[in-house]
């Protein structure tokens, strides 16, 4: 089964304005990652945060992470068009052994010009 | 470096054929994954490796095998395909726990399969 469940499905904003994702799971976890994908294209890392933080920001991202709660959320502050993409939130497990990686369903956003 | 390379890029298949996907890094990376993406399914791990030699099953392995003879490569073969495989496959690599990187993976292109 899959670890992480993200909300919204999808997101339709405009250029300026912020977005933010939920993701939640369901086991312990080492860290919490976030991932864009643009349309036909490969995942690429935008953020991670361990489990022992709270809050960890990255330019205009900014990830927060409640353990006791065993959820996560993703901010874009000021979104762009360019910003228009699916975003997935994984968990590494501490009981996965090899560090893999179990994905949500990801939240597809569209920034509007 | 290239990263992650995955060919083919496409490939359509009729049910039954066989054939093997391509993924290889540059990166010197010990873990490499495969996943399948189908619409509304997000990734599902479908096998992993830790290093030459040492493959596993992640969640969704039934007709696929792997092999991983060589750190660089880590091919997947779909031994009699079927529909219900039409799915993009990616590829992923990662620097090995303990490293003081951040466990990121860095992942591939994509190859988009179809089945007939």
């Known amino acids: 089964s899959q670890q992480g469940e993200e909300d919204p499905q999808a997101l339709s904003i405009q250029e300026g304005e912020n977005a933010t994702m939920n993701c939640s799971y369901k086991?312990?976890?080492?860290?919490l990652q976030w991932y864009r994908q643009n349309s036909g294209r490969g995942l690429v890392h935008l953020i991670l945060?361990?489990?022992?933080?709270r809050e960890k920001h990255s330019g205009r991202l900014r990830v927060t992470l409640d353990t006791s709660k065993k959820s996560s959320s993703l901010l874009i502050t000021a979104s762009r068009a360019a910003d228009t993409a699916s975003y997935f939130c994984?968990?590494?497990?501490?009981?996965?052994?090899?560090?893999?990686?179990?994905f949500g369903q990801g939240t597809e956003l569209s920034v509007k010009p | 470096n290239a990263g992650v390379t995955q060919t083919p890029k496409f490939q359509v298949l009729k049910t039954g054929q066989s054939m093997t996907l391509q993924c290889a890094q540059d990166?010197?990376?010990?873990?490499m994954s495969w996943y399948r993406q189908d619409p509304g399914m997000g990734l599902r791990l479908i096998h992993y490796?830790?290093?030459?030699?040492?493959?596993d099953q992640g969640e969704v392995p039934n007709g696929y095998n792997v092999s991983r003879s060589t750190t660089e490569d880590f091919p997947l073969r779909l031994l009699s395909a079927a529909p219900s495989q039409t799915s993009v496959y990616f590829c992923?690599?990662?620097?090995?726990?303990?490293?003081?990187?951040?466990?990121?993976?860095?992942f591939g292109p994509g190859t988009r399969l179809t089945v007939t």
């Open positions: 992923a690599s990662r620097p090995p726990l303990g490293a003081g990187g951040f466990y990121e993976q860095y």
């Open positions: 086991t312990s976890i080492n860290n």
């Open positions: 945060i361990r489990s022992n933080e």
């Open positions: 994984a968990t590494d497990g501490i009981y996965n052994q090899g560090g893999k990686l179990i």
């Open positions: 990166m010197n990376h010990e873990y």
């Open positions: 490796s830790v290093g030459a030699g040492i493959t």
